[in-house]
């Protein structure tokens, strides 16, 4: 059973918009963050963006900032990716995984620190 199910991937010119939805379910549930993380072929895995229940903490990587958006959806999290660029392209992971939240913390872009992730979603920028 595919418990971080991912939509909303796909193809846009440079400027245009795309929002990716992330739904757990099942025990995974459970974990108070759930953020996506992107990849490009020869590179590593980076956290893009994560938020975490409860207080609210989040993580925005410096590179989408003021541009992506996370935020809580009925049954997940969104990003709502606007004003895109060819560098935002992607192979985009859903994850989800339990970090304590801590007054003015803000949650870890390390992968190791979520053990639960979706299958991933392709996001490609033409220019």
């Known amino acids: 059973q595919v418990q971080l199910r991912e939509s909303g991937g796909g193809s846009v010119q440079a400027g245009g918009s795309l929002k990716l939805s992330c739904v757990p379910s099942?025990?995974?549930?459970?974990?108070?963050?759930v953020g996506w993380f992107r990849q490009v072929a020869g590179k590593e895995r980076e956290g893009v963006a994560i938020?975490?229940?409860?207080?609210?903490n989040s993580y925005l990587h410096a590179s989408v900032r003021g541009r992506f958006t996370i935020s809580r959806s009925h049954e997940g999290v969104d990003l709502q990716m606007n004003r895109m660029k060819p560098e935002d392209t992607g192979m985009y992971y859903c994850?989800?995984?339990?970090?304590?939240?801590?007054?003015?913390?803000?949650?870890?872009?390390?992968?190791?620190?979520?053990?639960?992730w979706g299958q991933g979603t392709q996001v490609t920028v033409s220019s």
């Open positions: 938020l975490c229940v409860g207080m609210g």
């Open positions: 994850a989800a995984g339990w970090q304590k939240p801590i007054m003015g913390w803000s949650p870890s872009p390390e992968t190791r620190k979520y053990p639960y």
């Open positions: 099942g025990a995974i549930v459970s974990n108070n963050c």
